[in-house]
């Protein structure tokens, strides 16, 4: 009886890999400049479907390297963020929460997405989005912002609920989007549990 190898585990970055946390740093800039509803302090935006995208897809290492290579090309001052604001101003911003909170949220979605395959279906990857997309990218972002502006009354604590519809709406596209690519490519290419 033959018995396959594990597959390889920490096997550092290839240059594939490179390509794909490349690209879907891109995706998060493209998303992130397509819309913006300024409904307050805090936009309504497309970012987060980028980065539940990358960290479905591409794990607990890669998907945070994709928000964080976004993450740099901003801080470095490209114009990449709604409004065409970059440099290391929005960090210390009202959104800053929010941009740290995405590098741990893909962090947890990639590790809870992981820890599904091979037997990830549309409703666990939501609750793989849900909770690391907006959860965790809340619960640093909502107080970050309150601090900022000065205002923590719970009114405004709870100012959140208005991204809610959204985001869920978002973490549903990102599950269906990787539950059919998962279904597509049953056989996970090299790294991607793990990676
Ligand atoms: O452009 C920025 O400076 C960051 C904006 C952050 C927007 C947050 S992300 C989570 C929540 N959902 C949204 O649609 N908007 C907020």
């Given amino acids: 009886m033959s018995t396959s ?12 890999d490179i390509a794909l946390i490349a690209l879907f740093a ?8 397509t819309l913006a509803v300024p409904i307050g302090p805090v936009p309504i935006t497309l970012q987060t479907l980028g980065v539940m995208l990358a960290a479905s897809l591409l794990g607990p290492t890669r ?16 114009p990449l ?17 929010y941009l740290i909170g995405w590098v741990a949220g893909a962090f947890v979605i990639g590790l809870l997405t992981a820890r599904m395959l091979p037997r990830y279906r ?29 205002d923590t009354s719970l009114a405004a604590l ?3 609920a208005v991204f809610l519809p959204g985001d869920i709406a978002k973490a549903a596209i990102a599950s269906a989007v990787a539950a059919g690519v998962f279904r597509a ?3 996970p290419p090299a ?4 990676a």
Avoid: K, Q
Avoid at 64 to 78: K, Q, S
Avoid at 125 to 145: D, E, K, Q, R, T
């Fill in 158 to 160: 709870l100012g959140f």
């Fill in 63 to 78: 998907g945070p390297l994709a928000v964080l290579t976004f993450l740099l090309l901003v801080a470095v001052g490209l």
């Fill in 81 to 97: 963020l709604p409004g065409g604001r970059g440099g290391l101003a929005p960090f210390a911003g009202v959104t800053g929460g």
């Fill in 5 to 16: 190898p594990p597959p390889p585990r920490n096997r550092g970055l290839v240059p594939r």
């Fill in 122 to 150: 549309f409703w666990w990857g939501l609750l793989c989005n849900a909770v690391g997309g907006i959860g965790v990218v809340y619960l640093v972002g909502v107080p970050w912002s309150a601090v900022v502006t000065g």
């Fill in 191 to 194: 790294g991607r549990p793990t």
């Fill in 185 to 187: 490519y049953p056989v």
């Fill in 26 to 33: 891109a995706l998060i800039a493209v998303l992130s400049m």
